[in-house]
T-cell receptor, first 114, second 114 residues
Framework: GNSVTQMEGPVTLSEEAFLTINCTYT??????LFWYVQYPGEGLQLLLK?????DKGSNKGFEATYRKETTSFHLEKGSVQVSDSAVYFC?????????????FGGGTRVLVKP | DVKVTQSSRYLVKRTGEKVFLECVQD?????MFWYRQDPGLGLRLIYF???????EKGDIPEGYSVSREKKERFSLILESASTNQTSMYLC?????????????FGPGTRLTVL
C-alpha cells in the first residue's frame, strides 16, 4: 500500500531561520506528491506539489524536490516568518486509483518565534 | 475560487446520539471526501464519493456512514456517537480531469463526544 512518513514535531525556530521538514514515501505506482499547510483554526491548503521525478514545487518561499531515487519530498524554506507557524502535511496520490485518494503523513507542527 | 463549507465549526454531542456533518461545495466537483484528523496520525480517509449516490469506504469507515443525494452535498453520519469519535473532521473535493489533481478542503468541524 501507500504510506507517507514525515518528521514529528513540534519544530520551534526563530524568525529568519532555515526550515527543513523531511518526508519519505512508499507507493504502489507512480505518485504525485504534495505539501499541504494548515494554519491555526483553518482547513488544509495546498502549498506546493510535484508530479514527476526531479520536479521542484515552490510557493511562498517554500520548495520541495521530488526525489524518486530516495523516495523523498523534503520541504525547505530559507528564512521563515512568524506567519509560517502552522502544521505541514506531506501527502501523495497515485493517479488512476479509485477516487484519486490522498495518503497523508502525520503532520509536523512548526512554531516560529519572533 | 473553490468554496467548500462545512455546517458547523464546533459540535458537542453525547454518547449514543446520531450526528450529521454536512459538506457543501460550489465547484461542481465529482469527488468528495471525508477525513478525520488526529494529532500524530495526520488525516485518515473515512469515506469518499465519486458521483451522486456512489460511495466507497476509505481506510477507517467503521462507525460511520455517508450520503450523497446531490452532487454538491456530502454528508457524514455517526449512527451512534462514541467518545473515540471525538476528532476534527475535514471535507474535501476534487474535480475529474483537472491536471493539478488538487483536493480542496473545508475549514473542518471539531466534534466532541461526551
Amino acid at each position: 500500500g501507500n504510506s507517507v512518513t514525515q518528521m514529528e514535531g513540534p519544530v520551534t525556530l526563530s524568525e529568519e531561520a532555515f526550515l527543513t521538514i523531511n518526508c519519505t514515501y512508499t507507493a504502489t505506482g507512480y505518485p504525485s506528491l504534495f505539501w499541504y499547510v494548515q494554519y491555526p483554526g483553518e482547513g488544509l491548503q495546498l502549498l506546493l506539489k510535484a508530479t514527476k521525478a526531479d520536479d521542484k514545487g515552490s510557493n511562498k518561499g517554500f520548495e520541495a524536490t521530488y526525489r524518486k531515487e530516495t523516495t523523498s519530498f523534503h520541504l525547505e524554506k530559507g528564512s521563515v516568518q512568524v506567519s509560517d507557524s502552522a502544521v505541514y502535511f506531506c501527502a501523495l496520490t497515485v493517479l488512476g486509483t479509485a477516487g484519486n485518494k490522498l495518503t497523508f503523513g502525520g503532520g509536523t507542527r512548526v512554531l516560529v518565534k519572533p | 475560487d473553490v468554496k467548500v463549507t462545512q455546517s458547523s465549526r464546533y459540535l458537542v454531542k453525547r454518547t449514543g446520539e446520531k450526528v450529521f456533518l454536512e459538506c457543501v461545495q460550489d465547484m461542481d466537483h465529482e469527488n468528495m471526501f471525508w477525513y478525520r484528523q488526529d494529532p500524530g496520525l495526520g488525516l485518515r480517509l473515512i469515506y469518499f464519493s465519486y458521483d451522486v449516490k456512489m460511495k466507497e469506504k476509505g481506510d477507517i469507515p467503521e462507525g460511520y456512514s455517508v450520503s450523497r443525494e446531490k452532487k454538491e452535498r456530502f454528508s457524514l453520519i455517526l449512527e451512534s456517537a462514541s467518545t473515540n469519535q471525538t476528532s476534527m473532521y475535514l471535507c474535501a473535493t476534487l474535480g475529474y480531469g483537472r491536471p493539478e489533481n488538487t483536493q480542496y478542503f473545508g475549514p473542518g468541524t471539531r466534534l466532541t463526544v461526551l
